[in-house]
């Protein structure tokens, strides 16, 4: 019987919903977030510009994100840029591999038998 690995969770000792990476990454304001700072670093007020939402909701979205590390603060100055954190996405990549490799056999399979079929027709 094999055993998975379950992803750690952003909160490991106070562990709630809203410190799960899966949690902060189903929302889709935070997924554009996301994208958005993968390009570049932003501050709150930028993310903001670009969003149908005040600078405190927002800012609510940025907490969870950096809750799960999936971003990181910089302070410059007076304003706090964040960054995304590739390295976290890649424990989440590293844990879904197992499901991944599960899936390319079984869609490899699906594909042998319908050859076969497309074959057996002609």
Same mark, same amino acid.
């Given at each position: 019987?094999?055993? !998975?690995?379950?992803?750690?969770?952003?909160?490991?000792?106070?562990?709630?919903? $809203?410190? /799960?990476?899966?949690? %902060?990454?189903?929302? @889709?304001?935070?997924?554009?977030?996301?994208?958005?700072?993968? #390009?570049?670093?932003?501050? @709150?007020?930028? #993310? %903001?510009? $670009?969003? /149908?939402?005040?600078?405190? %909701?927002?800012? $609510?979205?940025?907490?969870?994100?950096?809750?799960?590390?999936?971003?990181? @603060?910089?302070?410059?100055?007076?304003?706090? !840029? !964040?960054?995304?954190?590739?390295?976290?996405?890649?424990?989440? /990549?590293?844990?879904?591999?197992?499901?991944?490799?599960?899936?390319? %056999?079984?869609?490899?399979?699906? /594909?042998?038998?319908?050859?076969? #079929?497309? $074959?057996?027709?002609?």
């Amino acid at each position: 019987m094999r055993v !998975y690995s379950q992803p750690e969770s952003c909160g490991i000792t106070n562990f709630s919903m $809203k410190n /799960d990476i899966f949690q %902060a990454i189903a929302d @889709p304001t935070r997924r554009a977030i996301l994208a958005l700072i993968a #390009m570049q670093a932003l501050t @709150p007020n930028t #993310m %903001a510009e $670009k969003f /149908d939402m005040s600078r405190q %909701a927002v800012s $609510k979205h940025i907490k969870v994100l950096q809750e799960c590390e999936l971003i990181k @603060p910089e302070h410059s100055g007076r304003q706090i !840029y !964040y960054h995304f954190n590739p390295q976290r996405m890649k424990e989440l /990549d590293n844990w879904l591999a197992q499901f991944r490799k599960n899936w390319e %056999a079984q869609f490899n399979q699906l /594909d042998s038998v319908l050859s076969k #079929m497309k $074959k057996q027709r002609k």
